[in-house]
């Protein structure tokens, strides 16, 4: 009979630094390319684009309601995971551009690539408990609860997040958008099934 494998607390801790930061770089190009992601971290960016605020504390503060959700349905120690995951990319967000200077980027590279590391940043949460707030909270309590896949139920509300993007960006930054989300969307529909990968966190 095969047992389940427990993930170690240094390996949660270590799946939160580099989630929130492959995460966090992707939303950089995304940032200087003026295109769009899915979930709080796209309002959180049509409130950049639209106001000039700055990204990382608009994205901290949008995220604080879903927490009760998550405290309530899914538990405490995803929700203490997710806090921590959002406050490191948002402090990540806020400094990065004293760390790296990112020049032009063109939007369909930054949709492609910057997709990718976003989806990895993701699936390294979601397999250790964790999320990155808002929509991921929802897609990994309905896929616990009802069996929905993560990726499948992620891609549908970003797709609502799109269409409120029409009335922001120019239209082809709304089609780069989107297939950055199509990639993010394929990465975590392939990768993160129920069943596919077992490990869970210690108590």
């Known amino acids: 009979m095969e047992t389940t494998q427990r993930h170690r607390p240094y390996e949660d801790g270590l799946a939160i630094i580099l989630g929130s930061s492959c995460a966090a770089l992707g939303l950089a190009l995304y940032h200087h390319a003026e295109i769009l992601i899915g979930s709080t971290a796209g309002m959180a960016l049509l409130i950049t684009y639209a106001t000039g605020a700055s990204f990382g504390p608009v994205f901290f503060v949008i995220n604080l309601p879903f927490y009760w959700l998550a405290w309530r349905r899914i538990g405490h120690q995803f929700t203490l995971k997710t806090f921590l995951a959002v406050s490191l990319l948002s402090w990540i967000s806020w400094m990065l551009p004293t760390w790296l200077n990112i020049g032009e980027v ?96 210690r108590s």
């Open 106 to 201: 063109e939007p369909l590279f930054a949709a492609l690539v910057g997709g990718s590391l976003i989806g990895l940043g993701v699936l390294f949460l979601f397999r250790h408990r964790g999320s990155l707030g808002g929509f991921n909270i929802l897609a990994v309590y309905l896929q616990d609860r009802y069996g929905w896949p993560a990726g499948k139920v992620q891609l549908t509300l970003d797709g609502l997040i799109m269409l409120a993007a029409f009335a922001v960006l120019p239209v082809a930054n709304v089609i780069y958008s989107i297939i950055g989300a199509v990639v993010l969307g394929v990465i975590l529909t392939i990768n993160h099934r129920p069943g596919l990968y077992a490990g869970t966190s």
